[in-house]
């Protein structure tokens, strides 16, 4: 009977050493997984999650109305140990009542590590005291324009997305809206090209006794290449065409500058192309120089275009251009003698003059 006892107690203790040790694991499994910060609008969402030990799993966004799924996306995340990852999603329903509940629940594989609840108010309830007046983003940068209802102060934090993923954030704190207040943001790093792009302006409005007041707009872009032909930088005469361009794009241009001279009197068409020797990016110039080839006198068309590699134009700049008649050489035996040479000698001096006002253009704009 002892012996029996004996072992019906070590059967109790391997079940009770072996219950804690499961609650133990999990309870560090949970830990090493969760939800830091969640917040939600009726326009986006966004979940932070921390993790100490690498992880790959999934979050779930959900907007309830009651215990009605009005709408749901799933968002895979990768998080490393240590690491804080965000991820957003922009709600695609319109909202039909004034408060809803989203909700985030983070997996890995099927488990579920956690869950957060975010209470969602709509209309008056979440009005801000400003109106956005103007909210646009662009390959160079964005700009926010607020004209307040009534004086407040805010904070103003720019999102800038690329799918789910926050790829750079600027914030500026305890704004005073007391009258129509400009934000402008370039971006500091270089965008890719054809790339869908979504902007998030986040703007906390101060208040005395409670919790911020948050509000969030959104804009989206497609990143490209961008340049323009600067006008007043342009010469086009009988010895060839200095062309500048300014970039306006955080996406590279590395391009050409076509020139198409076009005779009125006969149509025929003259085709120049120069590379560019600058990579173009927001706010930086280059001046190309073009020499004519084999262009008699006459009167043309000069259209100059700014073209990228896949031979799409992205500017163009189209003038007027009158070469006279070439006026009569003296005939001394001299000039007989040395023909080739002569001709050579004016053609190189036409090529120096091009290449001097390139390089003079080129110190000017730094």
Known sequence: MKHKLEIRNK??????????????LADTASAALEITDFYSDYTTSEVTIKASQDHQGKAVFQLLDGTTVVESQEVPFKAS???????????????????????????????????????????????PSFHVVDFSPSNKGVQLLLRPFNPSAVDIEIELLEGNDIVYTKTQEDISLTSNTELKIDWPFLLKNNEKYTVRAKILTHRLYSEPLINTYIASFNAGEDVEILPDDIEVDEYGASVTLLGKSQVPFDGF??????????NEKKTYRQQVEEILVSGKEDTAGIVWKELGSGTYDVKIQAVNKENIALDKYETVLRIPEDT?????????????LTGYTGFAAIAIVIVVIVLIRRKRGG
């Open 11 to 24: 059967l109790w203790f391997r079940v009770i050493l072996l219950s804690v040790c499961t609650f133990l």
């Open 81 to 127: 140990a240590g690491e804080d990852v965000s991820k957003v999603i922009l709600w695609q329903n319109k909202p039909q009542n004034d408060y809803y509940t989203a909700k985030v629940s983070i997996y890995n594989d099927t488990r579920l590590h956690g869950n957060k609840t975010y209470q969602v108010s709509y209309g008056t309830v979440a009005m």
């Open 257 to 266: 500058i076509d020139v198409l001279a076009t005779n009125r009197a006969t």
């Open 328 to 340: 009569a050489v003296s005939e001394t035996p001299a000039a007989n003698n040395t023909p080739a």
